[in-house]
Nanobody, 116 residues
Framework: QVQLVESGGGLVQHGGSLRLSCASPDITLNTYNIGWFRQAPEKAREEAREGVSCVNSDGSTYYADSLKGRVNISRDNAKNMVYLQMNSLKPEDTAIYYC??????WGQGTQVTVSS
């Protein structure tokens, strides 16, 4: 079983920032495409997860239009970590944030709550 572990979520005020982290004790993250997805509280089904950002194994990146300019994805290969820096957070960014691999592994998620 491959583990992905997200961390860094929390409660932040409107306009605040958070940095989410994705780690794995089992796989080398930079050999996969690593994506960040989120699931808002009113969308309970797994298929309702929204893609936020992705860093591919070749280093190319993708950002959802709704967050472009407010988020930055990066990797630290030495630490085997992928980060999602989120700035200018809005209440509508409130969700559970998950990282995943293109091979279908998912973490358990980290809760981000943005107060108005």
């Amino acid at each position: 079983q491959v583990q992905l572990v997200e961390s860094g979520g929390g409660l932040v005020q409107h306009g605040g920032s958070l940095r989410l982290s994705c780690a794995s004790p089992d796989i080398t993250l930079n050999t996969y495409n690593i994506g960040w997805f989120r699931q808002a509280p009113e969308k309970a089904r797994e298929e309702a997860r929204e893609g936020v950002s992705c860093v591919n194994s070749d280093g190319s990146t993708y950002y959802a239009d709704s967050l472009k300019g407010r988020v930055n994805i990066s990797r630290d290969n030495a630490k085997n970590m992928v980060y999602l820096q989120m700035n200018s957070l809005k209440p509508e960014d409130t969700a559970i944030y998950y990282c995943n691999t293109n091979s279908g592994y998912w973490g358990q998620g980290t809760q981000v709550t943005v107060s108005s």
